[in-house]
């Protein structure tokens, strides 16, 4: 165990959340494993238990459910666990245009993406404060750094997850608490299945692999990072929006995500 201890990473099951636990597991943590697909994570609890002897907390929940986070911290005081680390890595996308997507499942977009993890946040950082030690990785994207047409509410609630991030690791200097937000681009997950990306553009250039992702991460809160973007090719298109005029850059990323 490192002085750390447990980390509770949200979104478990599949892709980067997974690749998350290996690489926390390797390190000597134990771990609150959460996400809806429960037979996932206690395929992957034992396995983590094998290989490095980690303990795991199995919490099956939907995260889109306005009472899971409540839900969350109730169940790991109840196992008296104090959560050290948080990786709020949970998250989906809807592709099509605003106008047209079902609403339901653009709220729940804004409910995982943006308020639970907003609500998971605020419900944890009080027990760090008092312990005065502990790390939050909250899982942006690169659509964090301009507007996203064709999937213009995910693109929107990354904006936010970074932008949050970037301000409370600044307010919780000084007191043992720091804030990373992971940004990576294009990955080989669930996630773009699940969204509906297959042939857009975006997609031709490449995705990177979960566990590449998973170990910037790492790196980069265990260092203290407030801001990570996985893969050098991702850091330079980030930077390059930087200095292009919005409307130009919003226009660049629709021809991406167009099919
Ligand atoms: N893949 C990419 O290209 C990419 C790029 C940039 C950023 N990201 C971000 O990276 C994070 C991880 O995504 P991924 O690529 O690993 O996607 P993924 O393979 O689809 O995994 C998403 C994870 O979130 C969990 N999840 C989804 N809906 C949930 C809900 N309602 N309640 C609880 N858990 C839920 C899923 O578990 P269950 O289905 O079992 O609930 C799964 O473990 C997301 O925040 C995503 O926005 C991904």
Not at 100 to 125: A, P
């Amino acid at each position: 165990m490192t002085e750390l201890g447990t980390a509770l990473i949200t979104g478990a099951s599949f892709g980067i959340g997974q690749e998350l636990a290996r690489v926390f597991a390797r390190e000597g943590h134990n771990l609150v494993l959460v996400a809806r697909s429960a037979d996932r994570l206690r395929q992957l609890a034992s396995e983590l238990e094998k290989a490095h002897g980690t303990r795991s907390l199995i919490l099956a929940s939907d995260l889109t459910e306005p009472g899971s986070a409540a839900y969350v911290l109730d169940q790991t005081t109840r196992a008296e666990i104090a959560v050290d680390v948080l990786v709020n890595n949970a998250g989906f996308g809807q592709f099509g245009f605003f106008a047209e997507n079902d609403l339901e499942v653009c709220l729940q977009q804004i409910q995982l993406n943006v308020t639970t993890l907003t609500h998971l946040t605020r419900l944890f950082v009080p027990g760090m404060i008092e312990r005065r030690h502990g790390r939050i990785l909250n899982v942006a994207s690169t659509a964090a750094f301009q507007a996203g047409p064709l999937m213009a509410v995910y693109y929107a609630t990354k904006a936010y997850v970074l932008l949050f991030s970037e301000a409370i690791a600044n307010e919780l200097q000084g007191t043992g608490v720091t804030v990373t937000c992971l940004c990576p681009g294009p990955t080989a997950t669930e996630f773009q299945k699940r969204a509906n990306l297959a042939g857009i553009r975006l997609l031709k250039y490449g995705s990177m692999d979960a566990r590449t992702v998973a170990e910037d991460g790492y790196r980069a809160l265990m260092a203290g990072k407030p801001v990570v973007i996985s893969g050098f090719k991702n850091w330079l298109v980030a930077q390059s929006i930087r200095f292009a005029p919005r409307r130009m850059a919003t226009a660049v990323a629709r021809k991406l995500q167009e099919q």
